[in-house]
């Protein structure tokens, strides 16, 4: 807990809890489950893990594109990996370099290997535990962190009782040497921040129920319950009945004191012969994670209103995610010629600190942005030299194409380059920071243009019509499932007329930096040859000069000629023009296209701020209701 707060709190002035959480308990679960603390091995577990719990109560439709369906192959996925770590715990048990008790899985192989000698059943395979370890997970991990968010929220919303955990908290820490951590006595004399999340647990139940079978026939209710029929039950009901719990919608740790509430009637964790077991593993990561956060922070809402939705059902799209994984996986594809989605999440995770460090205070101390950054992107080149090494190998083979990506195209002539010269040879090395540079560039602008071109078509439906008519045009012209090509791209030009205008007024950068050939002067200052200058296109692109009322979102401007060189500069200008402003024109207008002729779409929050950090970004991620366009029969 310790080591996760300093990684992804300390150092931040604002953080969104649920990913933070989800992250602390995800990684908490596979280590104590599995013994899994491998960051790489995380990363292959993560990205899928949230997909297949997301897919545990769904409707189970399984075909391309519902919830039921990507939590299929995201559990598949997730099975291979266990599968994985199965032999290679077994194979370190054999070796002696492995104890039963280090982790659940180890015994586990343990015990079962022993079943399977002593039994004439069928055996335990390595199947049937990944598919067990899979259950154990979800359970550690979504329940606890819906839990510990809540607890979070609760905490903000009655100061009151946040002074009580945090006096009860801060007794315990002074009773403590310095840099001991929690035992099990300690937790026992958390009995006051227990009942808070008793109470937390109480009002916000962290699961939508569960199923039982009727061993006999029963009446309940005024019905009849034939014997084997499948029940389900609502721990909401139960927990907010005046009857069991008076003014049940008024947060009181204190109904938790002494005895408690009745049998049966506080059921978080079920009852009976089928109770949760792993009630005493929940309590104590949820006590261990309010230590730590109430001892170090107090906490501030950013949305004081904030609603709650009860996932699995439907819920908001926030667009800035959704358009980072587009704008991600396309780049990893064109520029590495990586499809594999378990490739992908070695790079996904670690990019977005990698990309988020560029811009940062250059002060390598671990917790801040700048040493997030470094640590990141050193992990991401170890995974593209592993790619380079791979695709070395496929060229050699035959099995790939210089023409397939631009790191086989590159390879090519490295190599050609390096047999040529004399001098200092291009290493697999310099080629991985090249790339890292090239993914960056083709990911986080392309990102931010994207979203801000969603936000601007929603607040002038007039363009989002224009838009949407011309879309329309283009797709009807073309034979049903053809793809767009070029000529399709060309024919779109008020929509890039669209995207210039949010390009000119939302700059997807802070600038570059330039090096003066010769002294010169401007404004009044005189600058001298060789010095280094800084320019920002916010301030050209605002320019009254150049664009008439520069505040006001018109396309227009972008008809015809167009606006005078060197005024719209959002891919630099002149030599050192960005290389890949045909690649963002394209990934764009491509973009475009396929949401407008599917969707109409509402902000949530009609006045969501703007920050920039150190791009452009909405303060809340965009959220979003899609409207899909109602198909003609």
């Known amino acids: 807990m310790r080591l996760h707060l300093e990684e992804y709190w300390t150092g931040r002035d604002q953080v969104e809890v649920c990913p933070f959480v989800a992250k602390y308990t995800f990684a908490l679960a596979v280590k104590l489950l599995l013994g899994v603390r491998d960051a790489t091995e995380l990363e292959k577990l993560a990205v899928p893990f949230v997909e297949a719990a997301g897919g545990i109560i769904a409707v189970p439709i399984n075909i391309p594109g519902t919830r039921f369906n990507r939590g299929v192959k995201a559990s598949k996925r997730i099975r291979e990996v266990i599968n994985g770590i199965i032999a290679q715990r077994r194979k370190d048990l054999a070796d002696g370099t492995a104890d039963a008790s280090q982790n659940l899985l180890s015994h586990m192989i343990v015990e079962v290997d022993k079943r399977n000698q002593d039994t004439k059943d069928p055996p335990t395979t390595d199947g049937d535990m990944s598919s067990d370890l899979l259950g154990l997970l979800i359970g550690g991990y979504d329940t606890i962190n819906t839990t510990v968010v809540f607890i979070m929220m609760m905490l903000v919303d009655y100061p009151d009782v946040y002074q009580e955990v945090l006096k009860e908290q801060t007794e315990i820490a002074k009773a403590k040497p310095s840099g001991e951590l929690l035992n099990w006595d300690d937790l026992r004399k958390m009995k006051y921040s227990w009942n808070v999340a008793c109470e937390v647990l109480r009002m916000r139940p962290p699961t939508v129920g569960a199923f039982r079978v009727a061993k006999t026939d029963f009446t309940y209710g005024g019905f009849t319950i034939p014997k084997g029929w499948k029940l389900h039950y609502l721990p909401h009901y139960t927990q907010r009945n005046h009857e069991f719990f008076p003014h049940p919608e008024k947060f009181d740790p204190s109904r938790f004191e002494g005895a408690g509430p009745a049998p049966y009637t506080f059921v978080p964790f079920g009852g009976g012969a089928r109770m949760c077991p792993g009630n005493e593993y929940a309590r104590a990561e949820i006590l261990v994670f309010m230590y730590n956060i109430v001892t170090r922070y107090n906490w501030e809402r950013l949305i004081p209103d904030e609603k709650v939705v009860i996932d699995p059902l439907p819920r908001p799209v926030e667009v800035c995610p959704f358009v980072a994984k587009y704008t991600f996986a396309l780049a990893v594809k064109l520029l590495l010629g990586v499809r594999d989605a378990t490739e992908l999440e070695k790079l996904a995770v670690p990019f977005v600190e990698a990309a988020g460090g560029i811009i940062a205070v250059p002060i390598n101390i671990p917790g801040t942005r700048f040493n997030r950054g470094v640590k990141a992107s050193k992990r991401i080149r170890e995974v593209i030299n592993g790619i380079?090494?791979?695709?070395?190998?496929?060229?050699?083979?035959?099995?790939?194409?210089?023409?397939?990506?631009?790191?086989?195209?590159?390879?090519?002539?490295?190599?050609?380059?390096?047999?040529?010269?004399?001098?200092?040879?291009?290493?697999?090395?310099?080629?991985?920071?090249?790339?890292?540079?090239?993914?960056?560039?083709?990911?986080?602008?392309?990102?931010?243009?994207?979203?801000?071109?969603?936000?601007?078509?929603?607040?002038?439906?007039?363009?989002?019509?224009?838009?949407?008519?011309?879309?329309?045009?283009?797709?009807?012209?073309?034979?049903?499932?053809?793809?767009?090509?070029?000529?399709?791209?060309?024919?779109?030009?008020?929509?890039?007329?669209?995207?210039?205008?949010?390009?000119?007024?939302?700059?997807?950068?802070?600038?570059?930096?330039?090096?003066?050939?010769?002294?010169?002067?401007?404004?009044?200052?005189?600058?001298?040859?060789?010095?280094?200058?800084?320019?920002?296109?916010?301030?050209?692109?605002?320019?009254?000069?150049?664009?008439?009322?520069?505040?006001?979102?018109?396309?227009?401007?972008?008809?015809?000629?167009?606006?005078?060189?060197?005024?719209?500069?959002?891919?630099?200008?002149?030599?050192?023009?960005?290389?890949?402003?045909?690649?963002?024109?394209?990934?764009?207008?491509?973009?475009?296209?396929?949401?407008?002729?599917?969707?109409?779409?509402?902000?949530?929050?009609?006045?969501?701020?703007?920050?920039?950090?150190?791009?452009?970004?909405?303060?809340?991620?965009?959220?979003?209701?899609?409207?899909?366009?109602?198909?003609?029969?």
């Open 388 to 633: 380079i090494a791979q695709r070395r190998k496929d060229l050699a083979d035959g099995t790939a194409d210089p023409s397939q990506n631009l790191l086989s195209h590159m390879i090519v002539e490295v190599d050609k380059r390096n047999q040529d010269t004399k001098n200092a040879p291009t290493t697999d090395g310099d080629m991985s920071s090249d790339l890292l540079g090239l993914l960056i560039g083709g990911y986080d602008t392309i990102n931010t243009t994207v979203v801000f071109i969603m936000m601007m078509l929603v607040d002038y439906p007039d363009v989002y019509q224009e838009v949407l008519k011309e879309q329309t045009e283009i797709a009807k012209a073309k034979p049903s499932g053809e793809l767009l090509n070029w000529d399709d791209l060309r024919k779109m030009k008020y929509s890039w007329n669209v995207a210039c205008e949010v390009l000119r007024m939302r700059p997807p950068t802070v600038g570059a930096f330039r090096v003066a050939k010769t002294e010169f002067t401007y404004g009044g200052f005189t600058i001298p040859k060789g010095w280094k200058l800084h320019y920002l296109p916010h301030y050209t692109q605002r320019n009254h000069e150049f664009f008439p009322h520069p505040e006001k979102f018109d396309p227009s401007r972008f008809e015809g000629a167009g606006p005078a060189p060197y005024t719209f500069v959002p891919f630099g200008g002149g030599a050192r023009m960005c290389p890949g402003n045909e690649y963002a024109r394209a990934e764009i207008l491509v973009f475009m296209y396929n949401i407008v002729t599917r969707y109409n779409w509402e902000r949530l929050i009609p006045d969501e701020k703007v920050v920039i950090d150190p791009l452009p970004r909405p303060v809340h991620g965009l959220p979003i209701k899609l409207i899909p366009h109602k198909t003609k029969a």
